[in-house]
């Protein structure tokens, strides 16, 4: 049986699943990295700027505040 989702489609899904997963935590700026992260993979750059701006509001003293300046800051 073949499988009617493009293989991309699948590999973005396997690949949002697992960071849902593996970002279980009580801080969510590492989920909120993460998922800026898939969003540039995808190439929704104005997501990414959007989520890493959220980071840095939110959660200005952790360490993925400062990795999504970076990330900013390379994005501009």
Excluded: G, W
Excluded at 34 to 46: D, I, V
Excluded at 51 to 75: G, M, N, T, V
């Amino acid at each position: 049986m073949k499988s009617t989702l493009p293989k991309s489609l699948i590999l973005s899904l396997v690949i949002l699943s697992a960071l849902t997963f593996f970002s279980c935590t009580s801080d969510n700026s590492r989920e909120l990295y993460e998922t800026a992260q898939f969003e540039e993979l995808q190439k929704n750059y104005s997501h990414a700027r959007q989520l890493y701006d959220e980071i840095i509001k939110q959660h200005p003293e952790s360490e993925f505040a400062e990795k999504a300046r970076k990330r900013l800051s390379e994005l501009k």
